[in-house]
């Protein structure tokens, strides 16, 4: 049975990785490595253009329509805390699928440049930091080497978090607006 046939029966929901997959996609990110696991990505398209949606966290580029769906875009460098994307000749989207709530959600991340799918053996993954990475431990399912090069293994369902990210633009709007968070008083 294949990946998305375990997906459309319901059998696979967990966040982490299965065990046999070892193909992961590289990309680059402000000269940094990073990978995500090959089955928890959809599509890679070049960079289209945006449209910006107002009052949404500085992570969140934009939105794009993919054949007649709007799929939300975000810059990974800024969800790392690092200074926004430039954007490049090799400047791309890849759209991935994220779990939550119990259905799948395409969502798109800017990323500077997409290397090449390499095969990582599980024995070369070291686990994820508790401390000294340059971004969140948690949105770090492990540290690959490959030929002496380290490369970050990102965990796709807590980078692109949606609960935490709805929660974020929550905030933002209540913050920007009180009146629409404010209970009124009926005088």
């Known amino acids: 049975m294949n990946l998305n046939q375990l997906r459309k029966n319901g059998e696979l ?5 299965i065990v046999e997959e070892k193909q992961y996609l590289t990309f680059t990110l402000n000269q940094e490595l990073f990978a995500v696991v090959i089955h928890s990505i959809k599509e890679i398209i ?3 253009g945006v449209t910006e949606v107002p009052l949404m966290p500085q992570f969140m580029h934009g939105v794009i329509n993919m054949r ?4 939300p875009v975000i810059d990974l460098a800024i969800r790392f805390g690092k200074d926004a994307s430039h954007l490049g000749r090799r400047s791309c989207v890849v759209i991935l699928e994220v779990f939550f709530a119990d259905e799948y959600h395409e969502m798109g991340v800017l990323v500077d440049a997409v290397n090449e799918v390499l095969e990582i053996p599980a024995h ?3 686990p994820a930091p508790e401390f000294g990475a ?3 431990s948690e949105f770090i399912a492990g540290i690959g080497n490959i030929n002496d090069k380290f490369v970050i293994i990102l965990d796709v369902n807590h980078v692109l978090s949606l609960g935490e990210m709805t929660t974020m633009v929550t905030d933002k709007i209540n913050f920007n607006h009180p009146t629409l968070s404010a209970p009124q008083n009926a005088e």
């Open 68 to 71: 007649g769906a709007v799929i």
């Open 134 to 136: 340059k971004i969140r």
């Open 13 to 17: 929901k967990s966040s982490t990785p």
């Open 46 to 48: 070049e960079y289209p």
């Open 124 to 126: 070369q993954i070291e």
